[in-house]
């Protein structure tokens, strides 16, 4: 059998994971500041919660998603994304009936069966919160300033926000601008791309974000969604953009912003880094009030975002955290093992050699892991119960009494 990892995979060591830890402490920090309790839901659910909520007609669950069958044969789902499960625990823990308002995060991995790129990946990372029970666009408000905070704490300051709003499903809200669109649409078929001459009747939306040169030259013609929403959307939008001035968040305004995804309502977002290019969105959200709906339950409005790790870890570097760490070497195993655990025991960072090499060949070792000092257990060290300790620096050595070593590493720590 040869082994070979799947397509679209990859294992995280070393380095990789180093930058996972960074961002996801760094996200915890800035979550809890903000009162956002961790959840943790598991990786697959039944098909139908993802084809439901998010929608048969999004790529995502159309065609990207991992199909499992159990051994009685119903269809599960490996999650592709994170909200519509974030929902379905609220709902089935009913969380909602002891609180009016509620915020989460998570983090964790996500499937999509989609062609593997650089920082792109069937098996890929995310991070999200939701933000349950507030109607108002305070909650909105909330969402984009954790997010400027989160990139902030990452080193990644040159951030932007594109934002629009897709409206509601009020008849003469978002149902109202599909038809104009489509009437629209109708009248330029010619110069669509196929894909979009296909879509344009189940998901005229799309076609804005298509990246079709024809399909940009269309659409900006098209007639825009502002104009047409309800007022409690576009009152909804405009004090957002208030708040947004207020707090000195840099925003734009794009008309094709639409989001992937059925579940949205109002407001959507993305966040761009400078870092990641002008066509990569480092992550984004919207508001979803009709969700809880579509699942059958009472009307809780909210509003999330999700954020590809993947991505954002190719652009952090964690400060190297300095961290003395000691190395005993020594003749007898015995006592080089005791005296290993009593430091680590202590919270000494202590390593040694595992294979009883040389002296000459552990002190080898010892240099090149980097020891702040090395402990030394030769043969009239035990005999007298004592240890050399040998700074790495200045490559002094002093005795220490083997029962008062921890106490003087200790107290040299903190020098
Ligand atoms: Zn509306
Ligand atoms: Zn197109």
């Not at 005791?338 to 680590?344: D, E, G, Q, S």
């Amino acid at each position: 059998m040869k082994l070979k990892i799947v397509k679209g995979t990859r294992d995280l060591y070393g380095d990789d994971v180093k930058r996972f830890q960074y961002i996801e402490e760094k996200a915890r920090q800035v979550f809890s500041v903000y009162g956002y309790q961790e959840i943790r839901t598991p990786i697959f659910e039944k098909t139908e919660l993802f084809a439901h909520g998010v929608g048969e007609g999004t790529d995502i669950v159309g065609k990207e998603m991992f199909l499992l069958e159990d051994r009685r044969g119903r269809s599960m789902a490996l999650r592709p994304e994170g909200t519509a499960q974030v929902v379905r625990s609220v709902i089935t823990n009913n969380m909602m009936r002891q609180n009016n308002h509620l915020r989460f995060y998570y983090f964790g991995p996500m499937f999509r069966y989609e062609q593997p790129q650089k920082g792109r990946f069937r098996q890929f990372y995310q991070i999200g919160a939701e933000y349950f029970g507030v109607s108002t666009p305070d909650a909105d408000l909330e969402l984009i300033l954790i997010l400027r905070q989160f990139f902030k704490e990452i080193q990644l300051h040159e951030i932007s926000f594109q934002l629009n709003t897709i409206g509601c499903q009020k008849s003469d809200c978002r149902p109202a601008y599909k038809n104009k669109l489509i009437e629209f649409l109708q009248d330029h078929v010619d110069s669509l791309c196929e894909n979009c001459s296909n879509r344009m009747h189940d998901n005229p939306l799309r076609v804005l974000d298509c990246k079709n040169e024809s399909c940009i030259a269309v659409t900006s013609e098209a007639p825009k969604i502002h104009d047409t929403v309800c007022s409690d959307c576009k009152d909804h939008f405009s004090e957002l953009c208030h708040m947004l001035d207020d707090h000195q968040v840099s925003y734009s305004v794009n008309f094709r912003l639409v989001r992937g995804l059925d579940y949205y309502s109002k407001t959507v977002f993305e966040v761009f880094s400078d870092n990641l290019g002008a066509q990569n969105a480092a992550g984004g959200g919207g508001r979803y009030d009709g969700l809880f709906e579509i699942y059958g339950a009472k009307v809780v409005p909210a509003i999330g975002f999700a954020l590809g790790l993947d991505r954002l870890a190719l652009l952090t570097s964690p400060e190297k955290k300095e961290q003395k760490s000691v190395f005993v070497v020594g003749t007898d195993r015995g006592a080089v093992c005791k005296l290993v655990a009593t430091c680590r025991e202590e919270d000494i960072i202590c390593q040694y050699d595992p294979f009883q090499s040389s002296m000459k060949s552990q002190f080898r070792q010892a240099n090149k892991s980097g020891a702040w000092k090395v402990l030394i257990l030769g043969e009239e060290e035990l005999k007298a119960k004592q240890v050399s300790v040998k700074d790495m620096q200045d490559g002094q050595q002093t005795v220490v009494e083997l029962s008062a070593v921890v106490g003087y590493l200790k107290k040299s720590v903190a020098n």
